[in-house]
């Protein structure tokens, strides 16, 4: 049985397209880091997705810097990026602790 989620925070449309950007750039990042992964056709395969993640991100920040939304509601984004995982995807940017074997 899938737990329930709790509900997504009210979004406007641009700061939900910022909030899923941002997520899979993250997540291109931890396909990227050095320290987690040894693929290096994925780390490039996710460098390059990482571009266009980066301009989603510039255009939804643009939307709303249009449109007046001069502030970025931290608390509501955060509760979003909770609900959608951001803190194990944000987690694969880390070097992660050495292991006994070395």
Not at 2 to 31: H, N, S, W
């Amino acid at each position: 049985m899938v737990p329930e989620l709790p509900p997504l925070p009210a979004l406007t449309r641009a700061e939900g397209e910022f909030i899923d950007a941002y997520l899979d750039a993250l997540d291109k990042l931890g396909r990227i880091n050095p320290a987690r992964h040894r693929d290096t056709y994925g780390a490039l395969r996710a460098a390059q997705a990482l571009v266009g993640r980066a301009v989603a991100l510039r255009d939804a920040l643009t939307t709303m810097h249009r449109r007046g939304e001069s502030e970025l509601h931290s608390e509501t984004l955060a509760r979003a990026l909770r609900t959608l995982d951001g803190e194990r995807r944000a987690g694969r940017l880390t070097v992660p602790p050495p292991s006994s074997a070395s």
